[in-house]
């Protein structure tokens, strides 16, 4: 298995411009997580799905941000328009069907708002 | 809600030291518990979790945790630390079936361990 598979793993863009971040989780995996890291704030939580639905989006921090998974293999994360505070490496997650069982995390995406 | 705290931020210990990173949970029931490694630039990668059973767990590398639950704790350790061991180590709680976040896994602040040769 090629594990979850994230693109870009760099992004460098102007502020005001919309960006996309993509994610393929493991197949067969129910469970997909995106997760922000920056130093103040440490891994934050911002939405997750299962099958397909989305669970908790009370970690997107505002309608500059929306999330979609349109089917079992991808998801899209996107910031429309983007400011330099979202710059960030954002990660993506999957975890069979149960989230007790942890999750495997793609290598993410490094996100530069400039 | 659960949560996690990792009190140290960061950790020296030379080559060949024991090492043990702490973390301390919130939960209202037994939780799932785990240990992430990152290193620079990478994603975090599991180490070890806890489900039930036999409260010590063996993981990747060499690692192996505690849960004591009198304690709420779930602490790493390692006999002897390689050079290699140098990243940030993440302590996470999840919650079991019922729980109102079932699914999500809680991310502590992680520690960051500095190996001195």
């Known amino acids: 298995d090629a594990g979850v598979i994230q693109s870009p793993r760099h992004e460098v863009t102007e502020m005001g411009q919309e960006v996309t971040l993509r994610c393929k989780p493991i197949s067969g995996h129910d469970y997909l997580f995106w997760y922000r890291q920056t130093m103040m704030r440490g891994l934050e939580l911002l939405i997750y799905f299962n099958n397909n639905v989305p669970i908790d989006d009370s970690g997107m921090p505002e309608d500059r941000f929306s999330a979609k998974m349109p089917n079992a293999s991808f998801s899209t994360l996107k910031i429309q328009p983007s400011e330099p505070r979202d710059s960030a490496v954002y990660f993506c997650a999957s975890s069979p069907r149960q989230g007790g069982t942890g999750y495997t995390f793609g290598s993410g995406t490094r996100l530069t708002v400039v | 809600a659960q949560s996690v705290t990792q009190p140290d931020i960061h950790i020296t210990v030379s080559e060949g030291a024991s090492l043990e990173l702490r973390c301390n949970y919130s939960?209202?029931?037994?939780?799932?518990l785990f240990w992430y490694v990152q290193s620079p630039g990478q994603g975090l990668q599991l180490l070890l979790k806890?489900?039930?059973?036999?409260?010590l767990v063996q993981g990747i590398k060499g690692f192996e945790a505690e849960f004591k639950r009198s304690q709420s704790s779930f602490n790493l350790r390692k006999p002897s630390v390689h050079w290699s061991d140098a990243a940030e180590y993440f302590c996470?709680?999840?919650?079991?079936?019922?729980?109102?976040?079932?699914?999500?896994?809680?991310f502590g602040q992680g520690t960051i361990l500095t190996v001195h040769p």
């Open positions: 806890y489900f039930s059973g036999d409260t």
């Open positions: 996470a709680v999840g919650a079991r079936a019922g729980g109102t976040s079932y699914g999500k896994l809680t």
């Open positions: 939960y209202g029931a037994t939780p799932y």
